[in-house]
């Protein structure tokens, strides 16, 4: 059967038995009455089900009819509201989409792909809001986050955008004047360029197939500010750990080295969040859908 023919079959037994007649039934559908009463046999026929008891003076659901019921104008109500969403995503991506990103990932992530974006949707302003602190979206007026590793709010719904393997790297200098750890656990005798918002406080653990290693972590700089522990690490004040994004350029022209790269961290993402709500703004959706896009690409 194709999917047409079913949803006109639904559409009909729903119209009927809100309307009580397969008169009023066929002319709200712009059908002769027999072309209704046709589609709803031939749904009962496909059920194996009686769903109307019909006599000549009413008709009525019968037990199955009724649960049937329930079910299909649940489901042509979320059709429809596919439909609206769709049709909002492109005719109503207006206003102002306030955002807030991390430091790093608004200035490396985010910013950079923005003018594609607003020309996408030339009708659309942006207000991002920076900072590396868990903002309140609820409480602060967001309408999405950009936001790194583990999510615990369950007032908000997540879509993930990217991947964020994070390494171990530090500069030349540093590792010549102090030498380049062989095993995690020699973390602990090495300065380590500590972000005052890691989950995991100043325990870092690494893994190596079966094998997983704990290290209590300490060093000369710790900052609220992922840029200012780059800058850091690049003076040669110690081992940072960050994300793998924002190393390319100093890895490749060799400022930067990477530390124990056999080893790795638990697999972290990039996500957008939103507060939990059943239409997701015309908006928001937009915003999540490029940026999924662009960084899936």
């Known amino acids: 059967m194709k999917s047409h023919d079913r949803h006109a079959e639904i559409l009909a037994f729903v119209t009927v038995a809100k309307l009580g007649s397969f008169a009023a039934a066929a002319t709200a ?7 209704t009463s046709r589609k709803l046999q031939a749904l009962e026929a496909r059920l194996n089900t009686r769903l109307l008891h ?14 049937y019921l329930a079910r299909c104008e649940r489901w042509l109500g979320d059709l429809r509201d596919a439909d609206a969403e769709l049709a909002d995503l492109q005719s109503a991506v207006r206003g102002c989409l306030r955002v807030s990103v991390p430091l790093n990932v608004g200035r490396l992530m985010v910013v950079p792909n923005l003018p594609d974006f607003l020309a996408r949707y030339p ?9 590396d602190q868990y903002v309140d979206l609820l409480g602060g007026r967001i309408d999405v986050a950009v936001r790194i590793g583990q999510l615990s709010d369950s007032r908000l719904v ?9 390494l171990l790297v ?31 406080g100043d325990i870092w653990r690494l893994h190596r197939g079966q094998e997983t290693v704990e290290v209590s972590v300490a060093g000369r700089i710790r900052a609220n500010n992922g840029e200012a522990l780059y800058e850091s ?4 004040f110690g081992i940072l750990k960050t994300a793998q994004w924002t190393l390319a350029p ?8 990477p530390v124990l790269d056999d080893w790795h961290f638990a697999p972290s993402a990039v996500w957008a969040v939103y507060p939990s709500n059943r239409y997701l703004s015309p908006k928001v959706r937009a915003f999540i859908d490029f940026f999924a896009g662009r960084y899936a690409a």
């Not at 009708?123 to 900072?131: C, G, N």
């Open 29 to 35: 559908l712009g059908l002769t009455a027999s072309a």
């Open 54 to 67: 019909r006599t000549t003076r009413q008709l009525s659901l019968t037990e199955a009819g009724a649960q």
């Open 123 to 131: 009708a659309l302003d942006v207000d991002l809001d920076f900072s």
């Open 158 to 166: 997540a879509r993930k955008l990217a991947d964020n393997r994070r």
């Open 170 to 200: 530090a500069a030349p200098h540093y590792l010549a004047a102090h030498g380049t750890p062989a095993h995690p656990a020699e973390l602990s005798q090495h300065s380590c360029l500590h972000y005052a918002y890691y989950q995991d």
């Open 233 to 236: 690490a690049l003076a040669g």
């Open 250 to 257: 100093a890895l490749r022209d060799g400022r930067l080295l």
